[in-house]
Nanobody, 127 residues
Framework: QVQLVESGGGLVQAGDSLRLSCLASGLTFSAHALGWFRQAPGKEREFVAYVGWSGGSIKYADSVKGRFTISKDHAKNTVYLQMGSLKPEDKAVYFC????????????????????WGQGTQVTVSS
């Protein structure tokens, strides 16, 4: 059974930093691409960041490029999202997700390609 457990969310002020973690189990972590997505109230879930199965292919949404960093630690079965220069519009529930295909070389940013999801962690940024 695949499990993804996010942690690290919280309430911060604009300009602050926060690091989210997502611990994975029940899958061959080193074989799967992972993504971070977020969902704000009343909005659809949106792509935030992607890291390929090897950790070498990375992509960010334009809205977070230059402020967020995704990384993958195969030894700890954990994917991180380091968030800096946070803005009130970054407020959302953040989800990590694992791609459905092992060793996928396709950089998929649609939530539909990710069958495995965590429960989410709330990030709130005050102005």
């Amino acid at each position: 059974q695949v499990q993804l457990v996010e942690s690290g969310g919280g309430l911060v002020q604009a300009g602050d930093s926060l690091r989210l973690s997502c611990l994975a189990s029940g899958l061959t972590f080193s074989a799967h691409a992972l993504g971070w997505f977020r969902q704000a109230p009343g909005k659809e879930r949106e792509f935030v960041a992607y890291v390929g199965w090897s950790g070498g292919s990375i992509k960010y949404a334009d809205s977070v490029k230059g402020r967020f960093t995704i990384s993958k630690d195969h030894a700890k079965n954990t994917v991180y999202l380091q968030m800096g220069s946070l803005k009130p519009e970054d407020k959302a529930v953040y989800f990590c997700a694992a791609h459905g295909r092992r060793y996928s070389s396709t950089r998929d940013y649609s939530p539909d390609q990710y069958p495995y999801w965590g429960q989410g962690t709330q990030v709130t940024v005050s102005s």
